[in-house]
């Protein structure tokens, strides 16, 4: 299956670079090209890509507000280079999917488009230590009585989440089909009200550290 991409970032010789990248592949086409926020939240309700490589600082709507116009809607990948906390935690709040660094080789970029596009979640290693030990701060809205309406095989789900398996992982581990899993992993977010599948990885770091 081909894995319809949305470049947005408003320096042209960067989404050229990007697509030259990506369009190197035979599993990956490039649909459309944004050059600031609202265009990219308008390409992406009228085309319906599978994922969006979102930059962050942009004019007329920053990546941080477009990403959170389309969550639910498509899977958005963060690719910025700055990696300030403020970006980080406002790009996972708002339900991206992952965060990239710039200076991610192409190789790696690619194959963080097709995570994102399997439905799983993806940080820039550089960023992963400090986002895990300090999100549980940033976040105050979780509330433990939303986990305890998870049923026991959500749990299990969500403790291979944090784990940092794939849905395939997951899906050998505990002994069910992968579509089984992918219901499994949609239904605990809505339950805890996480937009990501990233934010469910942290939630799970943080019930395991409170054991």
Do not use: W
Request: charged share 25%; net charge negative; glycine share 8%.
């Amino acid at each position: 299956m081909t894995i319809r991409v949305l470049v947005a970032d408003d320096h042209a010789a960067v989404r050229a670079g990007i697509v030259l990248i990506l369009d190197g592949h035979e599993d990956v086409e490039v649909v459309g090209q944004a050059a600031n926020g609202e265009q990219a939240v308008a390409m992406a309700l009228d085309l319906r890509p599978d994922v969006v490589l979102m930059d962050i600082r942009m004019p007329k709507l920053d990546g941080i507000s477009a990403t959170r116009e389309l969550s639910g809607i498509t899977d958005v990948l963060i690719l910025t280079t700055f990696d300030l906390d403020e970006y980080v935690f406002g790009a996972l709040r708002a339900g991206a999917a992952g965060f990239l660094l710039k200076n991610t080789d192409a190789d790696a970029l690619v194959d963080a488009v097709r995570v994102v596009a399997r439905g799983e979640g993806l940080i820039a290693p550089a960023v992963t230590r400090r986002l895990i030990s300090a999100f549980g701060a940033s976040v105050p809205e979780r509330r433990s009585y939303e986990v305890g309406g998870l049923t026991p095989r959500e749990r299990e789900v969500l403790t291979c989440i944090g784990r940092g398996l794939s849905n395939a992982e997951i899906s050998a581990e505990l002994d069910m089909a992968e579509a089984t899993t992918k219901t499994h992993v949609s239904r605990l977010l809505n339950k805890l009200g996480l937009r990501s599948r990233v934010q469910a990885a942290i939630l799970a770091q943080e019930l395991s550290a409170e054991r």
